[in-house]
């Protein structure tokens, strides 16, 4: 099967051969309506972070793949069941993806190629969610830090100048477009809310410090009941609000 890129899928779903958003999520959906339309690839950002650091980037690939299978569990979306990684050295690697996950404890350490990649990426219609590790491999030994979160919240709009970074309100349709949410979920960390990236008055990516990723790997065991549910669901809020923003 081929894989859609973001604006191929947005053409689908303007002509209804993919829906799934609506005010409240499908209760039932029969199994052979689901998962009809081309893969959707999902990605993982690779990345140097500070002091040279080459493993931060890659914890917990468990996590992706649990949040895959929710929303291939709970919507129409067909994304592949496969972790796969862009490089940010590389834009050709990048740009396979409409939509990348980044996620880290550590400070990124970015030179220029890989700010010119990134930029290029998002002015193509790409969409990052950048979200802070608090304790991946345990490289600060701490529960409470959001190194990742502070980089990316000086990276971000430089890397696309005319870009404008904000915490979202929780009005923003990405806490509703899917599931509802009267506040973005929280698993660890310094709660400092979701952030968004705009340009030209679109959304083109999200920042978070909560951690989600660790509910998606290990919540209920992690950070007790119901967690997990939190945490996914609001990832697929994420993908779904980054995959039907306009390009």
Not at 7 to 32: C, H, I, R
Not at 92 to 102: C, E, G, I
Not at 116 to 129: M, S, V
Not at 184 to 189: D, E, F, Y
């Amino acid at each position: 099967m081929s894989q859609l890129t973001r604006e191929q899928f947005l053409k689908l779903l303007a002509a209804g051969g993919a829906s799934f958003l609506g005010l409240n999520p499908p209760v039932t959906a029969a199994p052979d309506i689901l998962h009809k339309g081309p893969l959707m690839p999902w990605g993982r950002l690779k990345f140097v972070a500070e002091n040279g650091d080459l493993d931060d980037w890659h914890v917990h690939p468990q996590g992706d793949l649990n949040l895959i299978d929710t929303i291939r569990d709970e919507t129409s979306v067909n994304i592949e069941k496969k972790w796969k990684v862009a490089d940010v050295a590389d834009l050709a690697s990048m740009t396979q993806y409409p939509f990348l996950f980044m996620h880290a404890e550590l400070a990124p350490a970015l030179d220029d190629a890989a700010r010119k990649n990134l930029r290029e990426y998002l002015l193509r219609g790409g969409f990052l969610f950048a979200e802070d590790c608090v304790h991946g491999y345990g490289h600060h030994g701490s529960h409470d830090n959001d190194f990742f979160f502070l980089s990316m919240m000086d990276e971000l709009p430089a890397i696309l100048p005319g870009s404008k970074i904000e915490r979202l309100p929780s009005d923003h349709p990405v806490f509703h477009c899917f599931y509802h949410f009267d506040k973005m979920p929280h698993m660890q960390g310094i709660p400092h809310g979701l952030h968004g990236l705009t340009y030209n008055g679109r959304v083109v990516a999200l920042l978070s410090p909560s951690d989600l990723h660790c509910g998606w790997t290990n919540g209920d065991y992690w950070f007790g009941e119901g967690k997990t549910k939190a945490a996914t669901q609001m990832g697929t809020n994420i993908y779904l609000y980054a995959m039907t923003q306009s390009v």
